[in-house]
């Protein structure tokens, strides 16, 4: 089994209500046992068009799943749960699921990048996996607290998982 941890956000109608349906979608997959979830976030965009504010959380799990299948479940749980492509680069969504970090794994794929490129420029994503993991590091053994700092965005805790 792998350790992942997987970034949630919606900003589109009832944003916690997407956020909480994506991790229960998560944990009733056979392959994936969710083991750990932050609490809900309200965050601001950051960059794309003028928008509503996100709820974002930080899931971790258990899988046996590689990580391109994985890619793929996240994808197909956000075609369910009601994401529709666009063409506006983060622009509002439904839900958005990223593969965070899988393993110790370093993924530079043009579909697939692990762990996720920008996560460490981001509050949002930090804050609720440093909640959950507060001595989480990359796959080179840097700190993700060490970067908490610099990132972008504001980020206030909501309410619980």
């Known amino acids: ?7 949630i956000g919606s900003n589109v109608g009832e944003r916690s209500s997407f956020c909480r349906r994506a991790v229960s979608a998560l944990d009733d997959t056979p392959e994936i046992r969710v083991t750990a979830a932050s ?7 950051l ?16 899988t046996s799943l590689g990580p391109r299948t994985l890619l793929g479940v996240c ?3 956000e075609r369910m749960l009601g994401r529709e492509p666009s063409d506006i680069r983060w622009g509002p969504r439904v839900v ?4 965070l970090t ?10 697939l990048e692990v762990p996720h490129p920008r996560m460490l ?5 930090l804050v609720p996996l440093l909640e959950i993991e507060p001595e989480a590091s990359d796959p080179w053994g840097a700190r993700y607290l ?9 980020v206030r805790l909501v309410e619980p998982f």
Request: aromatic letters at 10%; a negative charge; glycine letters at 10%.
């Open 39 to 45: 609490g809900l976030y309200e965050t601001e965009p």
């Open 102 to 111: 899988f393993g110790d794994e370093k993924i530079n794929d043009e579909d």
């Open 75 to 77: 994808k197909e749980i």
């Open 96 to 99: 958005d699921l990223d593969v």
């Open 1 to 7: 089994m792998t350790t992942a941890y997987i970034g």
């Open 121 to 125: 420029q981001r509050k949002f994503v």
């Open 47 to 62: 960059g794309g068009p003028p928008q509503r504010s996100f709820i974002n959380l930080v899931a971790r799990i258990e």
């Open 146 to 154: 060490d970067w908490i700092e610099e990132a972008e965005g504001k």
